[in-house]
C-alpha cells in the first residue's frame, strides 16, 4: 500500500510514517494543505490520511478538492475534533473513514487496511479502461480489444499503476514505490524490465502502442501517440 500522509504536526507525522512503514507501506508526508493537494493530484495512493487543522488549505477543503478529480481514493481523516457533528460534517465532505486525537496506531492502521479492501471492491473501482484496454480489478483479468492478456502478478500491478494514472507520466521511483513498496532498490533496472515485457503482452500485435516511453522521466499509459 501508498499512502499519503497530510499532517502539519511533524511529532505525529513521524510517528505515522514510521509505524506505516514498519507495517510495510509506502509513505509520503505533506505538512500542509496544498502541498498534500499537489501530491494527491501528481500521484497514485491507496489511501490518504488527512488531518484537519493545516496550514494554507483546511483537511476538508483538501478532501473536497481531491473528491472532485478522484472520487473512489479512501480518506481517513484525523482530527483533535472529535465531536459528533465534526465527524458527521468530515464524512459529509468526502471522507470515508474519521479517527479522532489521540488515537491509537493499531486501530489507525486497521481502518487504512479497512478503507483499501472496501475500496478495492467498490463497483465504480472495479474496472479501468484506457482506449480498447480493460482491467478487471476484482478478477484480475486484463484484455485489449477483446482478447486476453495473461499477465503476471507484478505485470498486473504495474499495469495498474499506470492505468490509474493515464494520461500522465510517473517516474520509475513513483513506480518502485506503488508496485514493489518503498524498501525496493532503487538502482535496480526491474521497472524497464517488467515495463518491456509488459509491452510484449499489451501492445505486441496491436496496431497502436499503449505504454509509451518519457525519455529521461519514465512511463505514461495512454492511447494516442
Given at each position: 500500500?501508498?499512502?499519503?500522509?497530510v499532517e502539519d504536526d511533524r511529532q505525529t507525522?513521524?510517528?505515522l510514517a514510521k509505524g506505516l512503514r514498519e507495517a510495510g507501506c509506502a509513505v509520503v508526508t505533506a505538512a500542509d494543505g496544498?502541498?498534500?493537494?499537489?501530491?494527491a493530484r501528481?500521484?497514485?495512493?491507496?489511501?490518504?490520511?488527512?488531518d484537519v487543522m493545516l496550514p494554507g488549505i483546511d483537511g476538508l477543503s483538501l478532501v473536497r478538492s481531491v473528491r472532485r478529480g478522484n472520487p473512489s481514493v479512501p480518506i481517513l481523516i484525523l482530527s483533535a475534533r472529535g465531536a459528533v457533528e465534526d465527524k458527521v460534517r468530515g464524512l459529509e465532505d468526502g471522507a470515508d473513514d474519521y479517527?479522532?486525537?489521540?488515537f491509537s496506531f493499531s486501530e489507525l492502521l486497521a481502518?487504512?487496511?479497512?478503507?483499501?479492501?472496501?475500496?478495492a471492491g467498490q463497483p465504480s473501482a472495479a474496472r479501468i479502461r484506457t482506449g480498447d484496454l480493460e482491467i478487471d480489478l476484482a478478477a484480475r483479468r486484463v484484455s485489449r480489444a477483446g482478447r486476453r492478456l495473461d499477465l503476471m502478478p507484478k505485470e498486473f500491478d504495474l499495469l495498474v499503476a499506470l492505468?490509474?494514472?493515464a494520461g500522465r507520466v510517473l517516474t520509475r521511483t513513483q513506480i518502485l514505490e506503488h508496485v514493489w513498496g518503498y524498501l525496493y532498490d532503487a538502482g535496480t533496472n526491474v521497472v524497464d524490465v517488467h515495463i518491456c515485457r509488459l509491452r510484449n503482452k499489451v501492445d505486441r500485435g496491436f496496431a497502436s502502442p499503449l505504454i509509451h516511453t518519457i525519455r529521461g522521466v519514465g512511463y505514461?499509459?495512454?492511447?494516442?501517440p
Open positions: 500500500m501508498k499512502i499519503l500522509v507525522a513521524r510517528y496544498p502541498s498534500g493537494l499537489e501530491r501528481e500521484e497514485v495512493f491507496d489511501c490518504l490520511v488527512v479517527l479522532s486525537k489521540p481502518r487504512v487496511r479497512a478503507l483499501v479492501r472496501r475500496g492505468a490509474r494514472n505514461v499509459l495512454r492511447d494516442e
